[in-house]
């Protein structure tokens, strides 16, 4: 209590408008709760506005039936690029016409090409369905950061395509679990704004199960993106496609989407490297083998030793089944491959290693042998970008300590690599208008922490060099 005859105090000259502004804030949070938009797990995707036809057209092809003919059966189809090596590029696409040579003529004026690439071919039957001619051409050396103009087979239209640029900045899109549906086109057209050096996929592209006409409608799809900008995939449980006794897996996949395994030192296609502007990339396969004793093992280990975090100061692990999910959805699917490849990455200092297979998004803490741990690998499961089976929502509570951000929702991700020492990544909720940025973080590479160097000692680097 003041006492008897004291001045009344009187508020700040800049009470008023420090007031007005949180009246403003309370407005706006209020406004946000009573319009239903909340983020994270509390988050619940409205249902997609049908698209009219889709459906019914799906549902009128017979399962294994030949797609249908271009309007030129020797017209390149299903046009996409990725890298093949250190300043090169592959160009895949199919055509009807078995006669068409394998050959991408290309320069940097449109339609003046000053060189020209020969490449391979290749076709493969499955039950009642026969593929088209699938091409393979690699094509360079290219110059970094520079857009290429190129046609394909001699004929046709006239595509384009930028390359990586050779140092940072570096701009990555990220998206899993892709499919054929609303979904799928509403992330792509999101991607398609973004400004962006090259996408990643860890598994499950086409969801054709066996359908192999759908292989050919995904390629249609995803061609106006796919032949612009590389695109790097690894395989996810529905590219296997095999039948016991009859088909061996992948068949399909390896046939159309080549990746630069033989460039990188692999036996597989399942497996590979690439390096691009500072970053050294590893897709591995969740679904051969990865114990000790298996090729993909050794061929990691290997590929690990001889990574210069000098030259390639960020590393970044892609792979189809995540190994830290808190997910109801295929718990503990990623244990065992865990067990066996987690010491490896670790003692290679991962920074990040992103999954898919569970349609939902999730974002760890730096973690390792189920724990936070600070030099441990950032875990970022991003199977949301559009499949037809529905979405993952349901997630084990409590939340574990290494959960930092989880939601049921379709979207995808852009990692925008700054410099040698900090990364942006965000996660763009898929709301049918427009890309909404749910998830914001930066994150710090390891190569240049004390983590870094208290590996230095011979004991520590045991794991990676020893037979």
């Not at 996409?80 to 009807?96: A, P």
């Amino acid at each position: 209590m003041e006492p008897p005859g004291a001045a009344r105090r009187r508020p700040p000259a800049m009470a008023a408008p420090a007031l007005l502004t949180l009246l403003l804030l309370l407005l706006t949070l209020a406004l946000s709760s009573a319009s239903g938009a909340p983020v994270g797990e509390d988050y619940v995707r409205p249902p997609a506005r049908p698209r009219a036809g889709q459906r019914k057209a799906l549902l009128g092809l017979f399962p294994w039936s030949k797609k249908k003919a271009s309007a030129s059966a020797s017209d390149p189809q299903q046009v996409h690029i990725s890298l093949s090596g250190e300043k090169h590029m592959r160009i895949t696409w199919v055509t009807d016409d078995n006669s068409v040579p394998s050959v991408v003529d290309y320069g940097t004026k449109s339609n003046a090409y000053t060189s020209s690439s020969n490449g391979e071919s290749t076709s493969y039957s499955y039950l009642m369905y026969s593929s088209g001619k699938i091409h393979h051409v690699v094509i360079g050396p290219l110059e970094d950061n520079t857009i290429y103009y190129y046609r394909c087979g001699g004929r046709g239209s006239e595509f384009q395509l930028k390359t990586p640029p050779s140092q940072f900045p570096l701009s990555l899109a990220v998206v899993g679990d892709l499919g054929q549906t609303s979904w799928t086109t509403s992330t792509l057209n999101h991607i398609k704004q973004c400004e962006y050096d090259m996408l990643l996929l860890p598994g499950d592209l086409s969801y054709a199960d066996y359908m192999q006409h759908l292989w050919d409608s995904f390629g249609e799809l995803v061609e106006p993106l796919a032949s612009t900008r590389p695109w790097m995939v690894t395989q996810g449980n529905h590219e296997k496609e095999r039948i016991p006794f009859f088909k061996s897996g992948f068949q399909s996949y390896n046939a159309r989407w080549k990746m630069p395994y033989e460039e990188s030192g692999s036996t597989s296609n399942l497996y590979y490297s690439f390096e691009v502007a500072g970053v050294h990339v590893i897709m591995l396969g969740s679904y051969t083998d990865y114990d000790e004793s298996s090729d993909q093992y050794a061929w990691l280990k290997s590929d690990l030793a001889n990574i210069d975090r000098k030259r390639t100061p960020w590393l970044v692990v892609l792979l189809h089944v995540p190994w830290y999910n808190s997910n109801w959805a295929h718990q503990g699917e990623g244990d065992s491959m865990m067990s066996a490849m987690e010491p490896l990455l670790h003692a290679a200092h991962v920074d990040i290693i992103i999954s898919g297979h569970v349609h939902a998004y999730e974002r760890t803490e730096r973690v390792y042998k189920g724990g936070v741990n600070p030099c441990g690998a950032v875990h970022i499961t991003i199977g949301d970008g559009g499949n037809r089976e529905g979405l993952a929502r349901r997630y084990h509570n409590p939340k574990p300590l290494w959960s930092v951000f989880r939601e049921a929702s379709f979207g995808h991700g852009e990692l925008k690599i700054i410099n040698s020492t900090h990364a942006h990544w965000t996660w763009h909720r898929n709301d049918d208008e427009e890309p909404v940025r749910t998830d914001d973080v930066w994150i710090t590479s390891l190569a240049g922490s004390q983590c870094v160097q208290d590996s230095s000692s011979p004991e520590f680097r045991k794991i990676l060099m020893s037979p």
